[in-house]
């Protein structure tokens, strides 16, 4: 039963989505305007619908219900309850439904919440929202239902891919669906602010705390899943440039680059048009992500299946929406006003300079993800990896973050470079000074060198804004924006140094043999069988002494799943202050000797720790805006309460 | 600069546009200027035999493990063999761990460079991971082989 009521939830959620816009979209055009009150409720019943029928496949997967095709063919009866639990979306009929649910719920959560909007721009906006969730709809129930029995219920189930095994899979996708997902927001409001050209500064601050929050979970699912694959993989590295990564890279640059660009328009109504242009291209990205996921027309560990169907099929989606807003777009920008004018040296310049340079990267990605396609349609079979993203995000990675240590103490509208000249020094000087400290090293990439010479001096340069400023006084967004870009610096220092400084050795060792990695000194202790719930494994505790100290036992596995049966490599990591020791265990080699791969990666951790300062600093930013919108709000209250008693 | 030597509002937008677009530009132009030289081709044995690439850039080997010519180096992490496509044959060597499901007899596709012995030194192997992932190149590779393989029984 619980089936079947997930799916009457979902085709219900599907039919309220068809009456939000109709609703949203009839009053627009001057008839049926009775209809306008009926389009908040219809958008919060069918949020509420979609997590009904999420909940009702989160049910099944808990029970293993195998009378239910995608359980069967996707869990287990002897899989660890969290796994059952997180196997809900660890597959793709699975993960469309949350999506779809994500969607639902940011539309309700914004027909129930935002009240700043102008009747008829919220009207288009939940339209446009309504309009895109049929879609996604009509591809679950149509091609990926995940509702459909089996005619005859399965005794066991075929398991989850033992790569997803993982505490990782509980928190990775539905934070960066909440990311992904949630900029269908932005979009939406690009396209209600079109339809009733209203784009201005008030429009701006209505649409900024919906942008960051779509982006804090964004940038923590990234970072999430960065370090997911690092310690899963069992590869050693934490970005491979995989098409799924970069899925969910681009909506992240073009969010950042919206991000920055709604507070010029909130705060200086300047930049209208280009903001709007973002709206559309940041959810864009995010659909072209699920395309290149979804469709397996990539190679890629995301890719769950290949099904052709499904591909055309998002692809068409993908044409109708994102073609569609542009046609719009195309139509109305030239009836969007002129913003207010700036100086080039100014606020705003530096951040119409970063969102430059953000869309160049973006291009970049865009363009090396596709690559494949494009040559395999002639007839080429090719890959790209980082020989290209690398270099090339960096000629434009470096300038933008050069912009980004100064662009924060410069005023709005007009400024002089002469008036921060102490600071520029500073600034310049730390960069030497760390250039020529770090020629001393040999052997040194230049990529890393460049991060390394900049991340000093950048988190030097993020801090300036606070200086002669009363700490208490200033406003939560400001310190946000501090701890953000604070964050990029020490992300930046994490990945520079993971990239110059790791050591890296290869052995096979006997048992009782010690191996030198770096300051590290690693014994084989022994080789032992464990078991799990549904594994086995071989288990080689390490003795690991940093520099002649006292040692810490690690336990990296070899572990074999037996449904589906299939082998991983369980990592066992050790995080000092100043690194992360990192071991995986191999095969037995011919001669009885074992298989180990040791890394130290100095500083590595701060890769991840920098992703988490990055979301925080978004987190302080909305916290202040939302808490001043409050205030503004109680204050009217308040006046209106002291007009009302003195009339009387 | 005062107020009055700020330019118009229609001016500052143009000049917006063209600044981007002229950047976007650039950056595409070096992303295909780019893509052209660091993309990494897939060979299978045939290509690399008729026409093999330069030695030290990055390409892509697929084919068999051949059944016999899998053996591992004395320093135990150094494996070598032998990829066939059924009609030109490369030797291979991988220093690492190899996936789990890496056997002789089975498909490879193998991340890395020829060098100029005419050995390809592997940096990466990808096998078939589970049912549902195996790499495109290798699951195309094997229709084209099962096919092949019918032609030639006939």
């Not at chain 1, 020529?436 to 990439?445: E, M, P, Q, T, Y």
Request: proline fraction near 5%; charge should be positive.
């Amino acid at each position: 039963m619980t089936a079947e009521f997930g799916l009457v939830a979902l085709w219900l959620a599907a039919a309220l989505a068809a009456l939000q816009l109709i609703a949203g979209a009839l009053p627009l055009t001057g008839r049926g305007g009775e209809l306008a009150g009926l389009v908040r409720p219809a958008a919060a019943v069918q949020g509420l619908l979609c997590a009904v029928s999420f909940a009702a496949l989160v049910v099944l997967f808990c029970q293993t219900d195998l009378s239910v095709k995608l359980v069967a063919a996707n869990s287990h009866s002897a899989k660890p309850f969290i796994y059952k639990l997180a196997g809900t979306w660890g597959n793709h009929e699975g993960s469309m439904l949350l999506w779809v649910t994500v969607m639902g719920l940011s539309g309700a959560f914004v027909a129930l919440v935002e009240r700043r909007l102008p009747e008829r721009t919220m009207l288009a906006t939940l339209a446009g929202q309504a309009f895109v969730s049929l879609g996604f709809y009509a591809f679950l129930l149509m091609s990926s239902n995940p509702f459909e029995r089996l005619a005859q219920p399965k005794v066991e189930g075929n398991g989850l891919n033992p790569l997803l095994q993982d505490i990782g899979l509980a928190f990775h996708p539905p934070t960066l669906y909440l990311g992904y997902v949630g900029l269908s927001v932005a979009f939406s409001f690009a396209i209600g602010a079109l339809i009733t050209r209203e784009v201005g500064p008030a429009f701006a601050r209505a649409m900024r705390p919906w942008v960051l929050g779509a982006w804090i979970f964004l940038t923590l699912g990234i970072t999430a899943g960065s370090y997911w694959a690092y310690y899963e993989l069992g590869w050693g590295g934490w970005w491979f440039w995989d098409p799924v990564e970069n899925a969910s890279l681009m909506p992240w640059l073009a969010a950042t680059a919206l991000l920055h660009s709604v507070s010029v328009l909130a705060a200086r109504n300047a930049l209208r048009a280009w903001t709007i242009m973002l709206g559309v291209v940041a959810f864009s990205m995010s659909m072209v992500g699920t395309f290149l996921v979804r469709s397996g027309v990539l190679t890629s560990v995301h890719a769950f299946a290949v099904d052709p169907e499904r591909g055309t099929f998002i692809l068409a989606l993908l044409a109708i929406n994102i073609g569609g807003a542009l046609m719009l777009f195309a139509l109305r920008a030239g009836t969007v006003t002129e913003g207010e004018r700036f100086a080039v040296t100014s606020r705003e310049g530096a951040l119409v300079f970063n969102n430059v340079m953000l869309s160049a990267i973006l291009g970049i990605v865009l363009f090396g993800t596709l690559y494949p396609l494009l040559a395999e349609a002639l007839g080429a079979r090719v890959s790209v990896g980082p020989p290209y993203f690398n270099p090339m995000g960096a000629l434009f990675v470096v300038p933008m973050l050069v912009v980004m240590a100064v662009g924060p103490l410069l005023r709005w509208r007009r400024d002089r470079i002469g008036r921060i000249r102490h600071e520029l020094i500073a600034i310049a000087g730390l960069v030497g000074i760390a250039a020529i400290g770090l020629a001393a090293w040999s052997g040194i990439g230049l990529l890393p060198f460049i991060g390394l010479a900049l991340a000093g001096a950048l988190a030097v340069a993020s801090l300036m804004p606070l200086r002669g400023r009363r700490l208490l006084r200033t406003p939560l967004a400001t310190w946000g924006m501090v701890l953000a870009h604070f964050g990029i610096a020490i992300a930046l220092f994490g990945m520079a140094s993971e990239s110059a400084f790791s050591v890296e050795k290869l052995v096979a060792a006997k048992v009782g043999e010690t191996t030198q990695v770096g300051p590290w000194a690693i014994r084989l202790d022994g080789v032992q069988p464990v078991a799990g719930p549904n594994w086995t494994a071989i288990e080689a505790p390490l003795s690991a002494s940093y520099r002649g100290g006292s040692a810490v036992v690690l336990h990296p596995q070899a572990r074999s799943f037996w449904q589906p049966p299939q082998q991983t490599a369980e990592s066992a990591l050790l995080t000092r202050w100043n690194g992360q020791l990192y071991v995986v265990l191999g095969e037995e080699a011919d001669d009885g000797r074992w298989q180990l791969r040791l890394w130290w990666k100095p500083f590595a951790p701060l890769i991840w720790l920098g992703g988490v300062l990055i979301a925080l600093g978004g987190l302080l930013a909305l916290l202040g805006r939302v808490i001043a919108d409050l205030r503004r709000i109680a204050a009217r209250e308040k006046i209106a309460y002291r007009r009302e008693r003195q009339g009387r | 600069m005062t107020a009055a030597t700020m330019i118009k509002p229609k001016h500052q937008r143009l000049v917006l546009l063209a600044i981007a677009l002229v950047v976007l530009v650039a950056a595409g132009l070096l992303a295909a200027w780019a893509l052209r030289n660091q993309a990494s081709y897939f060979y299978v044995p045939t290509d690399i035999a008729t026409d093999p690439p330069e030695p030290g850039r990055a390409v892509r080997l697929g084919g068999m493990v051949e059944k016999g010519s899998l053996r591992q180096e004395g320093d135990g992490v150094t494996i070598a063999f032998v990829v066939g496509d059924g009609k030109a044959r490369v030797p291979v060597r991988f220093k690492g761990i190899a996936p789990s499901l890496f056997v002789e007899g089975s498909g490879v596709v193998a991340e890395g460079r020829m060098n100029a012995g005419g050995t390809f030194i592997a940096d990466n192997l990808l096998a078939k991971h589970d049912e549902n992932y195996v790499p495109r190149e290798l699951k195309d590779m094997n229709e084209h082989q099962a096919k092949q393989v019918v032609a030639e029984t006939q």
